[in-house]
Structures are given as structure tokens and as C-alpha cells.
């Protein structure tokens, strides 16, 4: 199900992401926040990336950022209440995402 929603660049706190290290994964994160910037964005756009932690989980890596997300929020280390989750594959599969903390 897809939400017609509108969210802008200005509301996301933070983003978490599958990159690993490699230059491709970082040069792709780097266009999803440019296809949502509109320029209003103040400071930092906190980039969490839980394979520094974990290593490279595959598929796994989609509920372990749903679960950092609801995790952060609930022990109030979150930047924020919205956070853009976004995964990709060596297959050129991509997903994208936005969650939402809500006490």
C-alpha cells in the first residue's frame, strides 16, 4: 500500500541506511538525498548505517532498521521523530521508506 503523503526534506531528522563502505553504496545515498532535498535543510542530516555494527546481514538489514528506528524513539536517542530508511541490492533492487516515532 502506498500513502499519498507529502513530506519534505526539512521534516526528516535522520536517515539509516544498508551502506557498507563501499563507494557505490555511499554515491547512491548520496542521490536519495538529493532527490529529496529542497534546500531548506539547517545543519546535520544525521546517516546511520547499522553494518558498522553488524556486518553485512542481507535481507535482514530491512527489520533491523525498522527495529533502530522504534528503538531510538522509544529511548529518546532519535535526532528526530521522522527518519528516511532507505536498502539496496548488487541487483539495482532499490526500497525507500519514512517511519515516524509517535509516543
Known sequence: ???DI??????????LTDITGEHYKFKEASFAEGRLSDRSRE??????????????I??????TLLAWALHAGQKDYAP??????????????RAAWITEYIA
Request: glycine fraction near 10%; charged fraction near 25%; aromatic fraction near 8%.
Open 6 to 15: 507529502m513530506v519534505l526534506d526539512r521534516d526528516l531528522a535522520w536517515r
Open 80 to 93: 528526530g521523530a521522522l527518519s528516511l530508511c532507505h536498502v539496496g541490492n548488487d541487483e539495482d533492487e
Open 43 to 56: 545543519g546535520l542530516f544525521d546517516l546511520w548505517h547499522p553494518i558498522e555494527y553488524l556486518g553485512e
Open 1 to 3: 500500500m502506498v500513502l
Open 58 to 63: 542481507g535481507a535482514a538489514m530491512v527489520p
